[in-house]
């Protein structure tokens, strides 16, 4: 909980239809608007969400297609200045490994450039999602770090966007 003194926290939710975005999006909308006073979510689709909360300000726009500069103007007209946390959830699937490595690589990068340009050193916290694929299981057995997987396991040989990230 805030205090008085203590300004309210704005998200900046990327990734804003997916699972994890949406499920981000849910749960700042249930804090009080002492604890959240806006939350700005981002997605190349429109809004799928049905939740009614007037701190929500949607954006819409390909961030791959996107260049900062037009990412960052989107940000501005959403008071992006005002953003202390960001929550990372893009993601784009790619079979071919080196596609996935870059466009991954590429959607981070320019959420990070974005956020940077427009709310600079306002941003107190940058949440980034990782998941299984750090530990190889996308590769295949051969891959795999030992089961159960622990935060100990080496990584796995070949590309992992995880690391670049």
């Known amino acids: 909980m805030t205090s008085s003194t203590t ?3 704005v998200a900046c939710v990327w990734g804003a239809n997916g699972i994890s975005g949406m499920a981000m999006i849910e749960i700042l909308a249930q804090q009080s608007r002492s604890e ?21 300000h949607f954006i819409s726009i390909d961030i791959m297609k996107a260049s900062v500069d037009e990412i960052a103007s989107e940000l501005i007209k959403a008071d992006g200045h ?19 490595d870059e466009v991954n690589k590429t959607l ?10 427009v709310a600079g050193k306002n941003v107190q916290c940058i949440s980034l999602q990782t998941g299984y694929k750090y530990y190889g299981v996308h590769k295949g057995p051969k891959y795999m770090a030992p089961i159960p997987f622990s935060e100990e396991a080496s990584r796995h040989e070949g590309l992992n966007f995880y690391y670049i990230q």
């Open 36 to 56: 959240w006073s806006k939350i700005i979510s981002i997605s190349r689709r429109p809004m799928l969400s049905d939740i009614e909360d007037d701190r929500i």
């Open 82 to 100: 005002t953003i202390t946390h960001m929550f990372h959830y893009t993601y784009i699937e790619k079979m071919d490994e080196n596609e996935l």
């Open 108 to 117: 981070l990068q320019k959420a990070l450039d974005a956020t940077e340009k």
């Open 7 to 9: 300004p309210a926290k």
